[in-house]
């Protein structure tokens, strides 16, 4: 007994769109995967990465998790690294967070919310080194979207201290990781202007 018949009819005819527009897509995609980038991003379901920067399946390597940290305990995320920089050979790692976050807010609550917030205590670290500027913006929604983008460029740096990067930068591997941050309410992407190509880029 098939569940949720509406979701694999939905399979069906994405399926036979995309044949019918390239009948070897499929067969390619079997073959091997080839992406130039690798998208950390959020898991809300508002921010499909591939539909975001208009990408086919087998273009973009994924990896999502809330508020799109880049932790060094997480074993999960930097497994995800290491095979896209080692094996796969991306050129881009983009870190993209987006506005109206809800780990970000949950993170500037002054309440519990369970297991979560061992996770969002990251955030929270974020919010007191940064938190002269923040209170300088006394509107809330404007902080949160601030805080927001604090977060991403904190991921940037996260990723470039990482073993992975450095070791990559070394073996002479062009490797660029960008920040940057999506608007649910429009659809756009805006690039935070913290791309780095190189240690010289960064004090590591």
Known sequence: ?????HLFENN??????ISAANPDFFSGLAAQQSPEYLWIG?????????EIVGLLPGELFVHRNIANLVIHTDMNCLSVLQYAV???KVKHVIVCGHYGCGGVM????DRPHGLVDNWLRHIRDIQQRHGRILECIENEPERIRRLCELNVVEQVINAVNTTIIKDGWKRGQH???????????DGMLK???????SPADLSL
């Open 86 to 88: 080692d094996i796969l």
């Open 1 to 5: 007994m098939i569940t949720l018949p």
């Open 191 to 197: 690039d935070l202007g913290v791309s780095i190509s």
């Open 175 to 185: 490797i660029v990781v960008h920040g940057w941050i999506y608007d649910i309410a």
């Open 12 to 17: 069906k005819k994405w399926a036979s769109e």
């Open 106 to 109: 949950a993170a500037m609550e």
């Open 42 to 50: 959020c898991s809300d379901s508002r921010v499909p990465a591939n």
